[in-house]
T-cell receptor, first 112, second 112 residues
Framework: GENVEQHPSTLSVQEGDSAVIKCTYSDSASNYFPWYKQELGKGPQLIIDIRSNVGEKKDQRIAVTLNKTAKHFSLHITETQPEDSAVYFCAASPYNAGKSTFGDGTTLTVKP | EAQVTQNPRYLITVTGKKLTVTCSQNMNHEYMSWYRQDPGLGLRQIYYSMNVEVTDKGDVPEGYKVSRKEKRNFPLILESPSPNQTSLYFC???????????FGPGTRLTVT
């Protein structure tokens, strides 16, 4: 089955700096890669996703890049703000399948 | 308001006492799924349902049952809970497959 590894497990940055979280996956059949943000006491919320037919996607301060050859994808947050502090999860799945495999999560802390 | 609701939000029970955690969505989504979240292990998929009367195992189905008799509801059943099922449980739904999942607020279960 699919195996998703996520690094780092914790990340601390100064407000205004950039943050990068990386994930690798093992199953070449995976072609849908979402990122979720989980704030304290809440359920995860989708913030951005990418499909295998594109290499990069941006949404304001957030971007995701995908390297299908190397089987890795990354989340980039620029100009970080304290409200970006949360746990971030990557996931991978075949686009039309029900199974979804998540990484172990990254706790991001943005210091004012 | 579009949402996924779970009940109860908190539950403390004893080993062997059958329990059901309910999940309901009001978005007419075809796909629903259950996850458990444990420290350092991320989100692990328990079961998922692609549509009414269609369910399938995720990565950690042992000790759990599900049913999907109506489109909006997807209860999680623990017929004989054990302490190793102490966890934070999330229900999620999507228009189809594991694409853009909406998560509920979570149910914190403690089995003593």
């Amino acid at each position: 089955g699919e195996n998703v590894e996520q690094h780092p497990s914790t990340l601390s940055v100064q407000e205004g700096d950039s943050a990068v979280i990386k994930c690798t996956y093992s199953d070449s059949a995976s072609n849908y890669f979402p990122w979720y943000k989980q704030e304290l006491g809440k359920g995860p919320q989708l913030i951005i996703d990418i499909r295998s037919n594109v290499g990069e996607k941006k949404d304001q301060r957030i971007a995701v890049t995908l390297n299908k050859t190397a089987k890795h994808f990354s989340l980039h947050i620029t100009e970080t703000q304290p409200e970006d502090s949360a746990v971030y999860f990557c996931a991978a799945s075949p686009y039309n399948a029900g199974k979804s495999t998540f990484g172990d999560g990254t706790t991001l802390t943005v210091k004012p | 308001e579009a949402q996924v609701t779970q009940n109860p939000r908190y539950l403390i029970t004893v080993t062997g006492k059958k329990l059901t955690v309910t999940c309901s969505q009001n978005m007419n989504h075809e796909y629903m799924s259950w996850y458990r979240q444990d420290p350092g292990l991320g989100l692990r998929q328990i079961y998922y349902s692609m549509n009414v009367e269609v369910t399938d195992k995720g990565d950690v189905p042992e000790g759990y049952k599900v049913s999907r008799k109506e489109k909006r509801n997807f209860p999680l059943i623990l017929e004989s809970p054990s302490p190793n099922q102490t966890s934070l449980y999330f229900c999620a739904s999507s228009v189809r497959t594991a694409f853009e999942q909406y998560f509920g607020p979570g149910t914190r279960l403690t089995v003593t």
